[in-house]
């Protein structure tokens, strides 16, 4: 009898599919207890950016009024959190401090007369200064458009990598301001004279509970001060590069009609059921089928498909007996709407059935304003609104955020049949 219930027990058991999110959650606890071990820094290093390329901030009367708001936001939110600021022009790959940070409203800060030499754009210097001891971080933070000369963010990551190992997170305020001058690219070539929408960015370096409140008060400052608040963006790359893996929810073809989805699909001589499988979807392709494109919303997103930037990553779920390598299956383009994710697959009529990951890994999962503010094309109509190598650089930025071994960003798991 023990041996017939067996039987019918195992009978009545569905194949499983392999897990679809692998890894150790993030942050790991070794991470939360180096950022909560973190002291209090006593005071705000702050550096701006002396370059020519943020001159435009004091074109008009307007740019130049929204431009002291933010800087009032930063030294009033500091004075509130009893920090006091040491103000420095940064530029050339030096660090020179003076006195009043509202002296950046000066033209000569930017234009390099009176008391101001010209400088180029780097911001690495703030990073290199002293101040970083074992278990112990500065609290930094440096106003810039983030143009940095010949494109070159390598050495601005470097210089906040000692940071980020010794504890200290990072976040971004992202400000749109008024701006009337000349817009450059990061090789220095023109692409815009006139008014503009410029992205200017705060970025910060610090303890964990002291940058988080910090940043909230200079948004909350600056818009008091005048700055919309729907101009300005604010991130924590400790949230954002450890939040919790994006799994698809829906799936839908392409064409829209040339699946048909939550159906059981058999996958190298076995039959595997949507019942019971976490985090995969199922599809059944009719000879019609170009793809599919999965989404960890509960319906797809509107808006303009990116194409494939390497960002998602697409391997094949090994299953016994299944035939290994994509065999043609490949990443369209991807889009991110708040803070969902979808990803179209292409997959060609001769593709054997099988099971695929499309994934992220932690770090390089952009958030949507990313997309928007970066510049893809300096001969676009909003280029001189956007930022010249925005995506690479908080990427590389978010990516220092990371633990080895963390579960993926988004981990996109199919089962699909032909």
Same mark, same amino acid.
């Given at each position: 009898?023990?041996? =017939?219930?067996?039987?019918?027990?195992?009978?009545?058991?569905? #194949?499983?599919?392999?897990?679809?999110?692998?890894?150790?959650?993030?942050?790991?606890?070794?991470?939360? +207890?180096?950022?909560?071990?973190?002291?209090?820094?006593?005071?705000?290093?702050?550096?701006?950016?002396?370059?020519? !390329?943020?001159?435009?901030?004091?074109?008009?009367?307007?740019?130049? @009024?929204?431009?002291?708001?933010?800087?009032?936001?930063?030294?009033?939110?500091a004075?509130?959190?009893?920090?006091?600021?040491?103000?420095h022009?940064?530029?050339?790959?030096?660090?020179?401090?003076?006195?009043? #940070?509202l002296? #950046?409203? &000066? *033209?000569?800060?930017?234009?390099?007369c009176g008391?101001?030499?010209? %400088? !180029?754009?780097?911001l690495?210097?703030?990073?290199?200064?002293?101040?970083? @001891?074992?278990g112990?971080?500065?609290?930094?933070?440096?106003?810039?458009?983030?143009?940095?000369?010949?494109?070159?963010?390598?050495k601005l990551?470097?210089?906040?990598? *000692?940071?980020? &190992?010794?504890?200290?997170?990072?976040?971004?305020?992202? %400000?749109?301001?008024?701006? $009337?001058g000349?817009?450059? &690219?990061?090789?220095?070539?023109?692409?815009?004279?006139?008014?503009?929408?410029?992205?200017?960015?705060?970025?910060?370096?610090?303890?964990?509970t002291?940058?988080?409140?910090?940043?909230?008060?200079? +948004?909350?400052?600056?818009?008091?001060?005048g700055v919309?608040t729907?101009?300005?963006?604010?991130?924590?790359?400790?949230?954002?590069?450890?939040?919790?893996?994006?799994?698809? $929810?829906?799936v839908?073809?392409t064409?829209?009609?040339?699946?048909?989805?939550?159906?059981?699909?058999?996958?190298?001589?076995?039959?595997?059921?949507?019942?019971?499988?976490?985090?995969y979807?199922?599809?059944?392709?009719?000879?019609?089928?170009?793809?599919?494109?999965?989404?960890?919303?509960?319906?797809?997103p509107?808006?303009q498909?990116?194409?494939?930037?390497?960002?998602?990553?697409?391997?094949?779920i090994?299953?016994?007996g299944?035939? *290994?390598?994509l065999?043609?299956?490949?990443?369209?383009?991807?889009?991110?709407?708040?803070?969902?994710? !979808? =990803?179209?697959?292409?997959? /060609?009529? #001769? @593709?054997?059935?099988?099971?695929?990951?499309?994934? =992220?890994?932690?770090?390089?999962?952009?958030?949507?304003?990313?997309?928007?503010?970066?510049?893809? $094309? /300096?001969?676009?109509?909003?280029?001189? &609104?956007?930022?010249?190598?925005?995506?690479?650089?908080?990427?590389?930025?978010?990516?220092?955020? =990371?633990?080895?071994?963390?579960?993926?960003?988004? @981990?996109?798991?199919?089962?699909?049949?032909q």
């Amino acid at each position: 009898m023990a041996a =017939v219930v067996a039987m019918m027990i195992t009978g009545c058991s569905s #194949a499983q599919l392999p897990a679809c999110v692998t890894g150790n959650p993030a942050p790991t606890p070794a991470q939360q +207890k180096q950022w909560d071990a973190l002291p209090a820094a006593a005071s705000l290093d702050l550096a701006i950016d002396g370059s020519g !390329s943020m001159l435009g901030l004091t074109g008009s009367a307007h740019a130049v @009024s929204a431009w002291k708001g933010l800087i009032k936001g930063v030294t009033l939110a500091a004075a509130a959190n009893g920090l006091p600021v040491q103000a420095h022009r940064t530029g050339g790959g030096q660090s020179k401090a003076f006195s009043d #940070a509202l002296e #950046a409203a &000066d *033209p000569c800060f930017f234009e390099g007369c009176g008391a101001f030499r010209p %400088v !180029s754009s780097s911001l690495e210097a703030l990073w290199n200064a002293p101040g970083l @001891s074992k278990g112990k971080a500065p609290l930094r933070i440096a106003i810039s458009d983030l143009e940095v000369s010949d494109g070159d963010i390598a050495k601005l990551v470097a210089s906040i990598r *000692p940071h980020a &190992d010794q504890g200290a997170v990072i976040g971004v305020l992202a %400000v749109r301001l008024p701006f $009337n001058g000349t817009v450059y &690219d990061s090789q220095g070539a023109v692409i815009h004279t006139g008014e503009a929408k410029r992205p200017v960015y705060l970025l910060a370096t610090g303890p964990r509970t002291q940058l988080h409140g910090l940043l909230t008060d200079v +948004k909350t400052k600056a818009a008091l001060a005048g700055v919309p608040t729907d101009a300005m963006q604010l991130t924590f790359l400790d949230e954002q590069a450890n939040a919790p893996t994006l799994t698809a $929810n829906s799936v839908s073809g392409t064409p829209a009609d040339a699946i048909s989805g939550g159906l059981p699909v058999r996958l190298a001589g076995t039959t595997y059921s949507p019942a019971g499988e976490d985090h995969y979807q199922f599809a059944k392709l009719y000879p019609k089928a170009e793809g599919v494109t999965l989404s960890s919303g509960r319906s797809l997103p509107s808006g303009q498909e990116k194409p494939d930037l390497t960002l998602v990553r697409l391997e094949v779920i090994a299953l016994p007996g299944g035939i *290994p390598g994509l065999n043609g299956v490949s990443v369209k383009g991807f889009q991110m709407n708040d803070q969902e994710l !979808s =990803v179209a697959i292409r997959i /060609p009529d #001769a @593709s054997p059935s099988k099971a695929v990951r499309a994934f =992220v890994p932690r770090g390089q999962l952009p958030e949507a304003w990313w997309l928007s503010w970066n510049r893809w $094309n /300096p001969a676009e109509e909003r280029a001189h &609104d956007q930022t010249d190598g925005l995506l690479l650089m908080l990427t590389s930025l978010s990516n220092l955020m =990371v633990a080895q071994g963390a579960t993926p960003a988004a @981990s996109f798991c199919l089962a699909f049949s032909q």
